[in-house]
């Protein structure tokens, strides 16, 4: 397959070189219009009852914008004040679109701020007329320290600070990229192959959410993420590439042949690397959060997308320049210090398997702490106007940090017998401070204030009681409790989803039954790993990080399965070179060695590209888009290094020919349908069977 992709790239360069201009110019051109209807909702579960209880309220009756202004380091009683903030409170109140400003209202705790909210009028134009409202206060106001925010303003500087992050790790990333790539090259135009597929790859991203955006939602922060992905696979599969282009030149410095030789060696590779990839990620498509369910759909066609690029533009791109490419001096496979590295292992087996095993475990210890949160401001850098807020009144009006009401949408009228039992129920709840009841519609609003400590208990309570008539419980508690709930029904699909793609993937690739399951065990410690460390950063507050309430929702699910699919990349391009050693003859522990020593380099330098790409990520602002960076780094250097060079030589090597092995029955079905290219070196035996 890989080779016939190849041989028309390389009879039709022109051709292809024309079809790949076409897609990425549509990407950059009609693509780019996918952030125009790019959506906020993170942590939602269409259906859920705090769901349908968020569209009832919405629908009877809904909330207005509205935001809040602080202005400290001023004398609360001062009369002067008193005087600027009502003389700013009555041009606002007269701003077309604002419903009311409410009086005034000094601090208690400290007596040198003064707070008040203004709320706009029901239209379209609300978010609009806040914006306006939030500068005619700032520009107002000249004593103090003056804050405003809320509503869709704060909602905004979320996602722009996600934004802001990711274009702020592409700018770290793509210069340090480019002198890694330098580096091992040794050339600018090898060098500069991989980032052209990476470009590609971009251009494509931007086509494909723009389809998709046409039929289901995309999320703001998934396209982010999924731009990096794709920027950081094209530059790992044209690396491979590249590289075993290099080396077939010096063998047979003909451009054509040297092409054919690397689609069928290092292509194959690619290509069953891809899939895995894109098996990972389609996982994420059995959650019904728009978040997760769109970084699945988008990340497996961006997939799929990269692959393509790098099996069929790069070869023609290696046709037109490939000659001015300098071949890869021919090295023995079994010298060099990957090669001494895996000889190391290999004299205690055991005793590194066993070392690594409890390392690793050790690092993912903090996970069973892991609680999963929805948030606040705190996710914010304290230069955003969201957590400035936030800031100013934890110190100066505590009473208004405190989590939501606990609220039930009631299918009566607010003076009937159940809605009156179900109050004076929720009244007796432990934690409960205050019950009130609203009317909205023909229904009845019922919220209760209750204390932080027993807001889930109070949920799950209220959820179980006895209601003659139809009650949905809503609220932030209850949609993150569904969220739960969600996570716990879904997550067992997923991981089988993947787990059994990826073991069917590699037992055609490998023809063995016990690699693909080590594959999988030993991705899970990279991943156990990778979420212990943000666990143990962000939630529980290490190197520098102040702690959070808990780990965001998102982050947990992301990771895993990023990680899980960049672990089986990195596997995949270890198994093609080992292989191919033990096909020629090569004792099993040979061909590990060899293997290592001949994919070492590759590894560790896709590797390195990755985690450049995902570093960024770290240095940003907003806490979510910081743990997926931090997770992601330490999942792919993790299992570069300690996985790949030290653990899988370990194991391999004590399964010895069991490596291969596979029943007879899997062996002739491997025969018949396993995806393999003819070799150019004579197999002196089946790759399943256990004959030498």
Known sequence: M?????RFSVRRPVIVLVIWLAVVGAGFTVGIGVFERLVGDVGVVPGSESSRAADVRDELAPEPEEITAVVTGVDAADPAVTAAVDRVGAQVRAMPGVAEVSPPLPSTATGQAVLFTVTMAHGDDAADVAAQAAERIRAGLDQGTVTVTGGTLSEDEFSEQAASDVARAELFSTPVMLLLLLIVFGGLLAAGLPLLIAVVGVGGTFGVLYAFSQVTDVSVYSIQ?????????????????????????????????????????????????????????AGLTVFPDPFLRSMGIAGTAVVVLDLLAALTLLPALLTLFGKRIKPRAPRPAGVGVFARLARLVQRRPAVTALTVLAAMLFIAIPVFDMRLSAGDPRLLPTSTQTRALWDELSVHYPDEIRPDEVSAVVAAAPDSPAVTALRDQIQTLPGVRQVEVFPIGDRSLVEADVDEAHQDAVANAVRALPAPVETLVGGDTARLID?????????????????????????????????????????????????????????????????????????????????????????????????????????????????????????????????????????????????????LVLAVLLDATIVRMLLVPATMTLLGRWNWWAPAWLARLHARIGLTEATPDPAPAPALALTR
């Open 2 to 6: 890989t080779t016939s992709l190849a």
């Open 225 to 281: 993420i999924v731009t990096m992905l794709a920027v950081g696979l094209a530059v790992d599969y044209a690396l491979l590439v590249v590289y075993r282009f290099r080396e077939e030149r010096a063998t047979d410095p003909e451009v054509g042949p040297a092409v054919l030789r690397t689609a069928r060696t290092a292509g194959r590779t690619v290509l069953f690397s891809g899939l895995t990839v894109a098996v990972a990620l």
């Open 483 to 631: 969220y739960r709930g969600m996570l716990a029904d879904r997550l067992p699909w997923a991981a089988a989803l993947v787990a059994l793609g990826t073991l069917v993937l590699l037992f055609l690739f490998t023809g063995s039954i016990l690699l693909p399951i080590k594959a999988v065990l030993t991705n899970l410690l990279s991943i156990g790993a990778a979420l212990g460390a943000v666990v143990w950063v962000f939630q529980q507050g290490n190197l520098g990080q102040a702690a959070l309430d808990g780990t965001n929702l998102t982050v947990p699910v992301l990771v895993a399965a990023i990680a899980f699919g960049l672990s089986v990349d990195y596997e995949v391009f270890l198994l093609s070179r080992m292989r191919e050693r033990w096909l020629a003859g090569v004792k099993p522990e040979v061909a590990v060695a060899e293997g290592l020593q001949l994919t070492g380099r590759i590894v560790t330098a896709a590797a390195l590209l990755l985690a450049i790409v995902f570093a960024g990520f770290v240095a940003g602002g907003f806490a979510p888009i910081r743990a997926i960076g931090l997770g």
